[in-house]
């Protein structure tokens, strides 16, 4: 079945340093998504990307959806404390558009 | 503003027990899901459901059943909780047309002793 992993699993940054999560998806995507789950919080919907080579930003987030649509990538420049969460990629299943699989999510975590 | 409720934010209950959790949405989405969420393993989906009555099974369905009776609102229950049943519910709505994006409840962390 489909498989969406995202490394690195977990990452540690000092405030104001960069951050960078990469997910990769064993098929083609039709689209994928992005959603950020704040410690003791539950999965919030952040950006969708849907066309090969897309590039989004909000503010500080940068995402971009990879040429074949088997890749993605969250970057967030100058991280601070706000940031702090697990940030989860997720496309559409093989089956059919309603379901999606989540990738394993990477767990961001900031020094002060 | 989507607003997805679940009915507990905690349960402790044994192993054996029959237990349900209950999510609403108030936004009349028509696709509803059950996820579980696990350290190191992201969010499995149980089972989901795109319409009243409807129901399909996710990649986790073993353990559980699921009930939509009304369009708001959707079940999962345990059957027989075991200890490895122990985790995070997540449930979340999405519309039929809007490209999948999800909305998720506030999760229900059981745990089965």
């Known amino acids: 079945g489909q498989q969406v992993m995202q490394i690195p699993q977990y990452q540690h940054v000092q405030e104001g340093e960069d951050f960078t999560t990469y997910c990769n998806s064993s098929t083609t995507l039709s689209n994928i998504q992005w959603y950020k789950q704040r410690p003791g919080g539950h999965p919030v919907f952040l950006i969708q990307l849907v066309k090969s080579g897309e590039v989004k930003k909000q503010k500080r987030l940068t995402f971009q959806f990879g040429e074949a649509k088997k890749n993605s990538s969250l970057h967030i420049t100058a991280t601070q404390t706000t940031d702090v969460g697990t940030y989860f990629c997720?496309?559409?299943?093989?089956?059919?558009?309603?379901?999606?699989?989540f990738g394993t999510g990477t767990r961001l975590t900031i020094i002060p | 503003d989507v607003k997805v409720t679940q009915s507990s934010r905690y349960l402790v209950k044994r192993t054996g027990e029959k237990v349900f959790l209950e999510c609403v949405q108030d936004m009349d989405h028509e696709n509803m899901f059950w996820y579980r969420q696990d350290p190191g393993l992201g969010l499995r989906l149980i089972y989901f459901s795109y319409d009243v009555k409807m129901k399909e099974k996710g990649d986790i369905p073993e353990g559980y059943s699921v009930s939509r009776e009304k369009k708001e609102r959707f079940s999962l229950i345990l059957e027989s909780a075991s200890t490895n049943q122990t985790s995070m519910y997540l449930c979340a709505s999405s519309l039929l047309t809007e490209q999948e994006t999800q909305y998720f409840g506030p999760g229900t962390r059981l745990l089965v002793l």
């Open positions: 997720a496309g559409p299943t093989n089956f059919g558009n309603e379901k999606l699989t």
